[in-house]
């Protein structure tokens, strides 16, 4: 659940200002967003000096991380700048995620294929993929900015396209173009459907059928911002399905999505009576015989696509993490001593 505080700090205020709107920053760790107003005690003040003032517990050091992540917006736009000074009934709406306010970076481990025109990598759990409110610095995207820099040119930014998102909690392939020759022909291979993506899944208890295709119109709930199947109104989703291995309590699935909705998996799965082991958000348990599930257990295995430039078959696999085999081996260790 996202709190929300919103703080008026305007100069009525300025005799009690500490009373009013200090905000403690122990609380600020949990997931929200804090919205203040400049007061006219506070017109000419550096940005981080600020927030510092207004939270409680927060550091300037600290203020300045959470700028530079980006989850600072200025009347309605990000700022990275620190040193900003503010002015009177100026709007700031601080972000926060809740996640390390170190940012994320690749290494060459995480490469599965790179050439001139596209990279291919394998995304790890609790990594979002794009930027978000909270955070810019840190997000796949930008890690990738940063591992594809040029350090001879370091005034020009990498070339860059993003057709494919993976959930932050969702491990696994992902293929990025990185050149201008390829950015229209691998948006139109995933727009047409000519991508083959192969996930691997723990889901809640036994399938009825050991194979089969879900079919439904998803839209977002905004009550709960789930996706939802509805009768109407909504984007078509196909879900296919293959049940690789009984665990009693749960199943291994492999899944494939010719259409990529959002939360697709997840969704249709949890409406099946059969939710993601580890997925909060639609009702999966994070406990199960003892057995701990970090995270939503899904992750994106396989990526079949043509090359958008030399047209060759293109296959990227990544194996699954060490958290999710981890729970595999225990759901089936826990299997086998019941049978």
């Known amino acids: 659940m996202v709190q929300e505080s919103i703080c008026i700090a305007g ?26 107003i400049i007061p006219e005690i506070s017109a000419g003040q550096r940005l981080d000096q600020f927030l510092a003032g207004v939270c409680d517990g927060l550091s300037r050091g600290l203020a300045r991380k959470l700028i530079a992540v980006g989850g600072v917006h200025l009347e309605g736009r990000r700022t990275r700048r620190c040193g900003q000074r503010v002015l009177v009934g100026q709007s700031i709406e601080l972000y926060v995620d809740g996640l390390p306010l170190e940012p ?7 490469v599965l294929y790179r050439d001139a025109f596209l990279i291919g990598v394998n995304k790890p759990a609790g990594v979002a993929t794009q930027p978000t409110p ?139 009576g059969h939710p993601l082991l580890g997925d909060r958000a639609y009702g999966g348990a994070t406990e199960l015989a003892d057995i701990q599930v970090p995270r939503q257990m899904l992750h994106a295995g396989e990526l079949h696509f043509a090359h958008p430039v030399s047209g060759e078959s293109m296959a990227l696999h990544a194996a699954p993490p060490d958290d999710f085999v981890m729970v595999l081996d225990q759901l089936r260790a826990g299997h086998e001593g019941r049978a």
């Open 104 to 110: 994320f970076r690749l290494h060459e481990g995480h």
């Open 134 to 272: 909270a955070r810019y610095q840190g997000t796949l995207y930008d890690a990738l900015l940063v591992y594809l820099m040029d350090p001879n040119r370091r005034d020009r930014k990498p070339s860059l396209g993003m057709v494919q998102r993976l959930d932050r909690e969702t491990s696994g392939v992902m293929v990025f173009s990185t050149h201008g020759k390829a950015h229209k022909n691998l948006t139109g291979a995933f727009r047409d459907k000519q991508v083959r993506k192969v996930y691997l899944a723990l889901a809640e208890g036994q399938l009825s059928s050991r194979q089969g295709v879900i079919r439904s119109q998803l839209a977002r709930r905004r009550s709960s911002n789930l996706m939802v199947s509805v009768a109407r109104g909504g984007k078509a989703a196909e879900t296919h399905y293959r049940v690789l291995a009984d665990l009693g309590r749960a199943s291994l699935l492999e899944i494939e999505i010719p259409t990529g909705r959002s939360h697709q998996i997840r969704a249709h799965f949890a409406e099946m």
């Open 11 to 36: 100069p009525i205020f300025a005799a009690v200002a500490a009373i009013h709107w200090v905000v403690n920053f122990g609380d600020m760790m949990k997931k929200g967003v804090y919205r203040y």
